[in-house]
T-cell receptor, first 112, second 115 residues
Framework: GESVGLHLPTLSVQEGDNSIINCAYS??????FIWYKQESGKGPQFIID?????DKRQGQRVTVLLNKTVKHLSLQIAATQPGDSAVYFC???????????FGTGTSLTVIP | ETGVTQTPRHLVMGMTNKKSLKCEQH?????MYWYKQSAKKPLELMFV???????ENNSVPSRFSPECPNSSHLFLHLHTLQPEDSALYLC??????????????FGPGTRLTVT
């Protein structure tokens, strides 16, 4: 079955530094990926998505990289701010399936 | 605010109780979802409704019973739950029920504790 996992459960970074959160997926047929941010007491919030025909996609202060060869996804946050402290998790979907498979999440703590 | 509201935000119930969770979306979406989020586990999809019709049921025990009376409201009826059902229950909506086309907007969740 599908498996989405994260390399590190927790990550601490200094304010202003860049953050990199990683995600490994096991299903090579997955073709759509989303990164979510979940703050305490809130539901997950969409950050950025990427389709398998792309290697990189940039948003505002965030970049998602997709390496299909090793089935690896990463989220880069530039100039990390205290408001970025949250749990981040990735989700994968196959075009033939109507649901996402989610990772367990990485807790990001930004140190002022 | 995401446009998806859930009530109650917290619920404590005994194993013999019957309760309902409510979700309402103000986004004009046609699809709604129930997810379960347990500590240190991935988010689990429970049910998907598209245009008020259930299109996905991920082998959820019958003690969880969803209801979608219209495209703006979604309920999760609970009865004879077990302590392992304690979790955060999240509702989401999207424009259509095709997950790889539309972004899902999540509500804040209901924190359920079964005693």
């Amino acid at each position: 079955g599908e498996s989405v996992g994260l390399h590190l459960p927790t990550l601490s970074v200094q304010e202003g530094d860049n953050s990199i959160i990683n995600c490994a997926y096991s299903n090579s047929a997955s073709d759509y990926f989303i990164w979510y941010k979940q703050e305490s007491g809130k539901g997950p919030q969409f950050i950025i998505d990427i389709r398998s025909n792309m290697d990189k996609r940039q948003g505002q202060r965030v970049t998602v990289l997709l390496n299909k060869t090793v089935k690896h996804l990463s989220l880069q946050i530039a100039a990390t701010q205290p408001g970025d402290s949250a749990v981040y998790f990735c989700a994968e979907n196959m075009d033939t399936g109507n649901q996402f498979y989610f990772g367990t999440g990485t807790s990001l703590t930004v140190i002022p | 605010e995401t446009g998806v509201t859930q009530t109650p935000r917290h619920l404590v119930m005994g194993m013999t109780n019957k309760k309902s969770l409510k979700c309402e979306q103000h986004l004009g979406h046609n699809a709604m979802y129930w997810y379960k989020q347990s500590a240190k586990k991935p988010l689990e999809l429970m049910f998907v409704y598209s245009l008020e019709e259930r299109v996905e049921n991920n082998s959820v025990p019958s003690r969880f019973s969803p209801e979608c009376p219209n495209s703006s409201h979604l309920f999760l009826h609970l009865h004879t739950l077990q302590p392992e059902d304690s979790a955060l229950y999240l509702c989401a909506s999207s424009l259509s029920g095709v997950v790889h086309l539309d972004e899902q907007y999540f509500g804040p969740g209901t924190r359920l504790t079964v005693t």
